[in-house]
C-alpha cells in the first residue's frame, strides 16, 4: 500500500508562486508516473502535470509555460512549481502516483486559492 503526503497549498495573490509537494511511502519497488492532478469546484478532475521515470513530462496548455514539475526518485517526492498563477488556477489539487506493478494512488488533496 502507498501512502502519499501533500504539502504547498495556500492563498496567494494573482501573479505570484506556491510550490506543492508529494512525498509517497510503503511498499514501492519504483514509481513509473507521478503526477498532478486539480478539481476546481463545480468541475471534473483535470490532468495538469504528469512526470515520468525517464523524467519526460507533459503539462496541461492552460499551465505550460507557467507551472514545472519534477521530481526527486531517491525520496519518492514529487514537486510542481506554480509561477504566474492566476485566479483561474484555484482548485484542490491531488497527486497521483503508479508504482511499478501496482494501481495508482491518490494524495488527499490540498487547496490552492488564487485571490487579492
Known amino acids: 500500500q502507498v501512502q502519499l503526503v501533500e504539502s504547498g497549498g495556500g492563498l496567494v495573490q494573482p501573479g505570484g508562486s506556491l510550490r506543492l509537494s508529494c512525498a509517497a511511502s510503503?511498499?514501492?519497488?519504483?514509481?513509473?508516473?507521478m503526477g498532478w492532478y486539480r478539481q476546481a469546484p463545480g468541475k471534473e478532475r483535470e490532468a495538469v502535470a504528469l512526470i515520468f521515470s525517464g523524467g519526460n513530462a507533459n503539462y496541461a496548455d492552460s499551465v505550460e509555460g507557467r507551472f514545472t514539475i519534477s521530481r526527486d526518485n531517491a525520496k519518492r517526492t514529487v514537486y510542481l512549481q506554480m509561477n504566474s498563477l492566476k485566479a483561474d488556477d484555484t482548485a484542490v489539487y491531488y497527486c497521483y502516483v503508479r508504482p511499478v506493478r501496482q494501481a495508482g494512488s491518490w494524495g488527499q488533496g490540498t487547496q490552492v486559492t488564487v485571490s487579492s
Open positions: 510503503g511498499s514501492i519497488q519504483s514509481i513509473t508516473v
